[in-house]
């Protein structure tokens, strides 16, 4: 009937957990997740897993910069700021964000 031991529907703790021994136990697991599972875990607004909108006009020089414009010291990293969301380009932002910080705090 299904290719799985285990189906986990909008998991909280426990069904992560319950997930999640099963699969180290060899259980094949399924961890059925919405925008809204999204949203309630990540706090991702409306479960967008890039966050802002990653459209053409809102990608890489379009995307909010790590140095704050309005308030002096406040540096952003992350997947809402330039270059974008995904894991390559968000530890770009850090490292983008790191130099700022060496750059321009001393
Ligand atoms: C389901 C899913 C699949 C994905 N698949 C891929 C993929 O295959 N390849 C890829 O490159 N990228 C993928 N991504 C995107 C990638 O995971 C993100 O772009 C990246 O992790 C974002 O890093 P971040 O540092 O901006 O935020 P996160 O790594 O999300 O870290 C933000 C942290 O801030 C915390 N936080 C949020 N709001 C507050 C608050 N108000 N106060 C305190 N803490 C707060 C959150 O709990 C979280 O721990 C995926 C994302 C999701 C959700």
Same mark, same amino acid.
């Given at each position: 009937m299904s290719d799985y031991d285990a189906i986990v529907i909008g998991a909280g703790m426990g069904g992560l957990t319950a997930g999640a021994l099963l699969a180290k136990r060899g259980r094949k697991v399924l961890d059925c997740a919405t925008p809204l599972d999204f949203e309630r875990r990540l706090l991702l607004p409306e479960g967008a897993i890039y966050a802002l909108q990653q459209d053409l006009p809102a990608q890489a020089m379009f995307r909010p910069s790590a140095k704050s414009k309005s308030i002096r010291g406040l540096y952003l990293t992350g997947s809402s700021t330039?270059? $974008? $969301? $995904? #894991?390559?380009? #968000?530890?770009g932002s850090g490292v983008i964000a790191a130099k700022l910080i060496e750059q321009n705090e001393g």
């Open positions: 330039h270059p $974008g $969301g $995904g #894991v390559p380009s #968000v530890i």
